[in-house]
């Protein structure tokens, strides 16, 4: 039975561990290590590689290129046959090289376990490897050690732990060994604990392990992971239900061409190659080839923009996206500590610039000022930047990119003194003496000197420092504290913790000597107070314009952080995520709530504050239950599990995880969250073409088959000879359709609503297009045949000029059509017709490919063609462009006869 060891004193934790501060010995070790096992994860389930492998040919479309590719043999189309082969093999390799790279998540997860722990055995304290240690044993920490196991401390001094990796905390947490924490607090606020995995950042500590292996909190995350189920995504169940369809279809009616040609007089042996030459050129068997194609080159123009894609498939999960479940800390935020306000001598000063940059003013009332020329301020900045034991430097190899070694709000301060011009405080300053921070005292101070004047520069908790001030800077001059100063001061404390900044106060403590300094009981009282300084973890500048890009295209922000409500609430407001009427959830609550009540509120919820890696999960969960197609963006352990199971995971490729790294989808390399917004752009743009070629492809399937299926039925000659039918396949889906996958997109991408994750391929009047495009190439392909061969003077009764017309025009039809597929709404008049330059090449190369079969005569001769003059290419192409131009001008005018909007400007969805 898990127990809350944060809620109980350390000594009765020893006496339910049957442990003692000597630690164990080492036949209680052999016993332990026999009931809990070794302090390692657990590994995940494991198949074979060759299983594997072989799993990637299961698919139903890959059955249908391995069918095809035993047809083009037997026809002895061994190019065609070989290509399908190599596309076979290419998708195979993919699969499972994308499979194989997902199971490295619990590899990586298992990184983050330290390798080895000082821990006391027998009375005497000795270093092992991590796996080693069982609950009850007694481990050391100290600053740079990474956790090995979860547990209590049982005594520490001035011990900070880096825990944003598991709770998303922005800052080092300070821990106590002596802390009461309710039973029913989340992690982020179990101030006597430490976990698997997380980082001392100083201090030390005397800790009880109380959970090892799987049952710490980061093996309950690998169990998690374990448990998240990966989904098909929208475009691998269309393209799984699109297959069936268009096989049957495909071999019915070729089945149908074959029977009705044999009992209208034509040969079975002509009629049966003419059938499977249709079935090949009907049955889209390039087409995972060009989804392929299409997903790569998206993947190649996501990278130039700074996204990574892990999960080829996944791209496209993108489009469809209705919301972004995105982590605080360092996704929306820069995961830099920054000064914002400062309050001193009862003046509010404003300090710009973010980040670790000094690059910013003061503001007084609107207008810079020279904070080093005020007293009050400038004691205040000098404070923060020589009780300080942080280190701020330029990065190597540049010239302007800055870092801070140490604590984030020490490096905030440096940040602000090398903004007010207070470059080199040690100059100034010598540094004589430290009282470091404590968690019970809740300041640090160190004693300086300064000519021949001796100071205690103090700073900390404002309600702590403020209690033991007696004086304060007014007007350049220590003042005696009375009642309304300390309320004004208590007032400006306030109003800065509504604005969900973290405060520090700020004083000092004159000293005729460091001997007198050293001489007190208490050094830190009777101080005289000097001001607060107000930070936060700041919005990025370009967060703000691609949430408002994600509003328009439908999309929802939802935050989701382990910091504090206020904090996350203030950040949501800043960034337009909360809007009016929305709601925010705190951890707590998430508890209290049954899977259904919480499905009942996440459509108004956008901040989750104070939340574990189950309430991640159990939130992703819910918004899928609720139809939502999430993406969840994060970067640390916590955000491993509902990476996986959101539908599109993403994870931060500067400062994430490993774990969260390998659990994603999509690796943003720069950590921007306006990233996100380019690779839903991308997704959209590929899905879209994906559907351009599909419908391309389908509605010239369409066109062929109609073609042979109508004249066989009127009992017609064949008006495509089976080598004619496959060239106009070759010529016409190859280059063409793949040049529609590198199809810019189209500039009102970002204004339209996300697709319904479950529509179908021939949604939204996407099947009328395709027939109505494939009828009125079929019918005008026979026409052109039935006039050469009935009632053109000039070729009358010519079976093979007929056929070569019929040849012409349905292939002529088709390169038209290609241009009107460019547009998903708009026909052919819409698009820049030079927009797509890999489009007019790819045409031009496939027309002087079909060209070929007609005016070299050797080749003509396999093809049985003949070379057409000029009044028989102005018959072809006038038919060819009917059936685009036609429809294309009826929609043209059907919406310009279509009532403009208000003007009040209600979007068109």
Wanted: glycine share 8%; net charge negative; charged share 20%.
């Amino acid at each position: 039975m898990e127990k809350n060891w944060h809620s109980l004193a350390v000594k009765d934790c020893f006496s339910l561990l049957e442990s003692s501060p000597a630690g164990l010995t080492d036949e209680q070790v052999q016993e332990r290590r026999a009931t809990y096992g070794l302090n390692q994860l657990a590994d995940g389930k494991k198949v074979s590689l060759l299983t594997v492998f072989f799993n990637q040919f299961r698919d139903f479309m890959i059955v249908v290129l391995i069918a095809a590719t035993l047809v083009s043999g037997l026809l002895g189309e061994y190019t065609d046959a070989i290509t399908i082969i190599a596309i076979i093999i290419l998708n195979g390799v993919l699969g499972f090289v994308q499979e194989v790279r997902a199971e490295r998540s619990l590899s990586a997860l298992k990184e983050l376990t330290a390798p080895m722990a000082r821990v006391r055995r027998n009375g005497q304290v000795v270093q092992l490897p991590a796996k080693e240690l069982v609950p009850g044993d007694v481990i050391l920490l100290e600053g740079g050690d990474r956790v090995p196991a979860d547990g209590r401390v049982a005594s520490a001094m001035g011990l900070d732990v880096e825990e944003s990796a598991l709770t998303g905390e922005s800052v080092p947490v300070s821990k106590q060994a002596n802390a009461y924490v309710d039973p029913v607090s989340n992690l982020g606020d179990r101030i006597n604990m430490v976990y698997m995995g997380t980082m001392v950042t100083r201090g030390k500590a005397e800790v009880l392990v109380t959970e090892t292996g799987m049952q710490t909190e980061m093996g309950k995350i690998a169990d998690l992971m374990e448990q998240s189920e990966e989904a098909l995504t929208p475009l691998q169940q269309r393209l799984d239900q699109l297959g069936k369809v268009l096989v049957w279809l495909a071999l019915g009616i070729t089945l149908l061409v074959v029977v009705a040609g044999v009992l209208h007089g034509h040969k079975l042996y002509e009629m049966f190659l003419a059938g499977v030459s249709l079935a090949v050129a009907a049955i889209p068997e390039g087409l995972p080839a060009i989804v392929t194609i299409a997903l790569a080159l998206g993947v190649q123009r996501m990278i130039r923009r700074n996204a990574i894609v892990r999960k080829l498939p996944s791209v496209e999960t993108l489009g469809c996206a209705t919301v972004i479940c995105s982590d605080k800390t360092g996704t929306l935020t820069q995961n830099r500590m920054t000064v914002q306000r400062v309050w001193a001598d009862g003046d509010w000063y404003r300090v710009s610039g973010s980040g670790y940059d000094p690059i910013g003013d003061f503001v007084f009332d609107d207008h810079p000022i020279q904070p080093l020329r005020r007293p009050a301020l400038k004691t205040l900045i000098e404070i923060g930047a020589v009780c300080n034991n942080a280190v701020m430097k330029l990065v190597e190899g540049t010239e302007n990119e800055w870092q801070v070694q140490g604590d984030p709000t020490e490096g905030a301060l440096l940040v602000m003194a090398k903004k007010a011009g207070l470059d080199d405080p040690d100059a100034e300053f010598e540094r004589i003496d430290e009282l470091p921070f404590d968690s019970d005292r809740k300041l640090m101070s160190v004693l300086v000197r300064r000519g021949d004047e001796w100071f205690l520069f103090v700073k900390g908790a404002p309600d702590v420092l403020l209690e033991r001030s007696t004086l304060v800077v007014s007007s350049g001059k220590e003042v005696p504290m009375s009642s309304g100063i300390r309320k004004r001061i208590l007032d400006a404390n306030q109003q800065m913790a509504h604005a969900a900044l973290r405060n520090l106060a700020f004083g000092y403590r004159k000293f005729p000597s460091p001997e007198a300094a050293r001489a007190e009981r208490d050094p830190e009282r009777d101080l005289v107070f000097v001001g607060l300084a107000g930070m936060m973890d700041p919005p990025r500048e370009e967060v703000f314009d691609a949430i408002e890009t994600c509003h328009r295209a439908g999309i929802r922000t939802v935050m989701i952080t382990g910091d504090h409500p206020e904090t996350a609430i203030a950040i949501a407001k800043q960034l337009n995520i909360l809007p009016e009427g929305g709601t925010a959830l705190t951890g707590a609550q998430l508890e209290q709530m049954s899977e259904e009540e919480l499905a009942a509120r996440v459509q108004e919820t956008f901040v989750y504050a104070r939340v574990t890696p189950e309430h991640k999960l159990k939130i992703v969960r819910a918004l899928q239950a609720r139809g939502e197609v999430v993406a969840m963006t994060g970067d640390g352990v916590n955000d491993a599990p509902a990476i996986k199971q959101a539908d599109i995971g993403i994870s931060m490729g500067m400062t994430g995880t490993d774990v969260a790294k390998e659990a994603s989808a999509l690796v943003l390399a720069d950590d921007n969250f306006a990233t996100i917004v380019a690779a839903v752009e991308e997704g959209r743009g590929i899905y879209d073409n994906i559907k351009k070629f599909i419908r391309y492809l389908l509605a010239s399937n369409v066109g062929e088959i109609l073609t042979m299926f109508v004249a066989m039925l009127a009992g017609l000659p064949l008006p495509l000879l089976p080598i004619q039918i496959l060239w106009v396949n070759l010529v016409t889906d190859g280059l063409p359709a793949i040049a529609l996958g590198v199809d810019p997109a189209e500039k009102d991408m970002m204004d339209r609503p996300p697709r319904n994750v479950n529509e179908g391929i021939f949604a939204r009047g996407f099947a009328l297009k395709i027939m109505s495009r494939g009828v009125l190439i079929g019918f005008v392909t026979l026409a052109v045949f039935v006039w050469s061969l009935k009632l053109n003077p000039a070729s009358l009764g010519d079976l093979g000029k007929a056929q070569t017309m019929a040849y012409a025009t349905l292939t002529m039809a088709q390169f038209i059509l290609v241009f009107d597929c460019r547009s998903v709404d708009g026909g052919i008049f819409k698009r820049n017709f030079f927009e797509n330059k890999w489009l007019l090449l790819a045409v031009g190369s496939s027309v002087a490919l079909f060209l070929l079969t007609m005016y070299i005569p050797s080749i003509a001769a396999v093809f049985k063609t003949v070379a057409l003059g000029g009044r028989d290419w102005l018959v072809v192409l006038i038919a060819a462009a009917i059936p685009t131009f036609t429809l294309s001008l009826r929609r043209a005018g059907r919406k310009a006869l279509r009532p403009r909007p208000a003007a009040r400007g209600i979007p068109i969805r």
